[in-house]
């Protein structure tokens, strides 16, 4: 029998918002050990549902059902399924894309990526990294795949007290992994890559970007290209800047093959666009991917006048009739703040900005309704009318 953990009046309005964890500083009482399967119950004994536990998280509990459900090894393994067959009817034009996104998959914690052959998962929590057994067996049984990588290496993983790791759980991993997205195809190095190897979540805006493109283009905070690489063929000249060295030379051999030409430059945005400024350099579409400027909520301050910075910089950059694609992914900044940040960018500019779409992370990455902290990434595609 699954140990009991009793919760607060407050853990309990919050289930019902549908919420799906509940704070340390909402546990009554526990009779579990970190990483265990739990039954969850109000003060007055009544079943809430069953969860996992962690003994070291602020986030002692994570909802796998609600009342009477029992959260064995045969509902983890419909859910897995459930998962995978969603993105079987997305028809995504890739073959590296998400398969079970957390929460929103209600798998909390648990991410799993497919690149081609290969697939990569991270267990967040204690309880997942407990359930990782079970989920390999689920997904060899499913999938059959080459090899499966635990890239066990965020730092989320340490305030669960588990170690940071990489791991190959089953079959090999090669060094490098080629999948395609869209029209390009990349190398991966799924074991140091950032996130599990690419950003999957902006696949789908990448793709509405290149439908605006034109001109000269400039894609800020390139990584390996993405942006750039699905925009060229509609742009006359493509300059990409990151500021890290690996990245411009997986940029540079990621356009080489793809027989497309790119400038690809190591540099700080922040600076490379003040440069462009004084200079006198302009452009026709101009992409802004930037990392999570606000990680935590006292960050939100400082990483609005970056989002505002590199913003208004950009908008000064563009030609009349230009696009400018921005992006934020700090689910800290909310999409009306964004929208805020990037109005008031415009406003200093003295430029008049229409919105032409508000996108969100790629369909394969849901938001779970009641759950803000699955909204993170925000996309605006925005046009510079003419004077
Ligand atoms: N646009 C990419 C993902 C960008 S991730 C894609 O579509 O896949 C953010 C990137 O910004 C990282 O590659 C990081 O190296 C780079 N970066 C972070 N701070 C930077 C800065 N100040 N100037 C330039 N690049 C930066």
Partial sequence: MPANVVISPRGEQRLQTGHPWIYRSDIVESHASGGDRVVVRSRRGQVLG???????????????TDGEQEADDALIERRILAAIAFRETLNINATAYRLVHGESDRLPSLIVDQYGDYLVM????????????????VLQDRLSPRGILARNDPRTRTLDGLEQKVEVLAGEIPDVVHVHELRVEYEVDLRHGQKTGL????????GAAALYAHGRLLDCFSYNGGFALTMAQRCREVIALD???????????????????????????????RAFERSGERFDTIVLDP??????????????????????????????????V??????????????????????DAGVHVTVTEKRMQGRDHPVLLGVPETYYLKCFILRRLAD
């Fill in 291 to 324: 990392p999570a400027f606000a990680k935590s909520k006292s960050a939100i301050d400082k990483a609005s006048s970056g989002y505002k910075e590199i913003n208004l910089r950009a908008l000064k950059l563009l030609n009349p009739g230009g696009t400018l």
């Fill in 326 to 347: 921005t992006c934020s992914c700090s689910y800290n900044i909310s999409e009306a703040a964004f929208a805020q940040i990037i109005y008031e960018a415009a406003i």
């Fill in 243 to 273: 500021v890290s060295e690996d990245a411009v030379a997986r940029i540079k051999a990621n356009a080489a093959r793809n027989n497309v030409q790119v400038d690809a430059r190591a540099g700080n945005v922040f600076d490379e666009l």
């Fill in 122 to 137: 991270q267990a967040l929590s204690q309880g997942m990294d407990k359930l990782t057994p079970l989920v390999v067996r």
């Fill in 199 to 206: 950003f999957l979540d902006q696949r789908d805006n990448r």
């Fill in 50 to 64: 069953q969860a996992l536990y962690s003994d070291q998280s602020q986030i002692a509990l994570r909802m796998l």
